[in-house]
Nanobody, 119 residues
Framework: QVQLVESGGGLVQAGGSLRLSCAAS????????MGWYRQAPGKQRELVAV???????NYGDSVKGRFSLSRDNAKNTVFLQMNSLKLEDTAVYYC?????????????WGQGTQVTVSS
């Protein structure tokens, strides 16, 4: 089992910045990738950014060049730095982790944190 605790959401004006944090605990040695997804009202959940255990990152097309994902291995935490925020970035952001153990994949989700971008 992996537990994910998110922090850092809130209200920000368009063009501003926010940083989200997600701390993992539990069976963290089995995590193969970890990152963020988001879901806006009436839309499907979409990839924001993920980082693999090897350090490779993958970003959703809509956030490339504006968002940056990093991690602190000592704290088992990933950080999503969001710059140049747009109204369309408004969504609930979910931290996610995928573990692989004896060939079995498990997906874990945080409780979600609201990010609201205002004009």
């Amino acid at each position: 089992q992996v537990q994910l605790v998110e922090s850092g959401g809130g209200l920000v004006q368009a063009g501003g910045s926010l940083r989200l944090s997600c701390a993992a605990s539990g069976s963290i040695s089995y995590i193969v990738h970890m990152g963020w997804y988001r879901q806006a009202p009436g839309k499907q959940r979409e990839l924001v950014a993920v980082i693999t255990s090897g350090g490779s990152t993958n970003y959703g097309d809509s956030v490339k060049g504006r968002f940056s994902l990093s991690r602190d291995n000592a704290k088992n935490t990933v950080f999503l730095q969001m710059n140049s925020l747009k109204l369309e970035d408004t969504a609930v952001y979910y931290c996610a982790a995928v573990t692989l153990r004896i060939g079995q994949r498990s997906d874990y989700w945080g409780q979600g944190t609201q990010v609201t971008v205002s004009s």
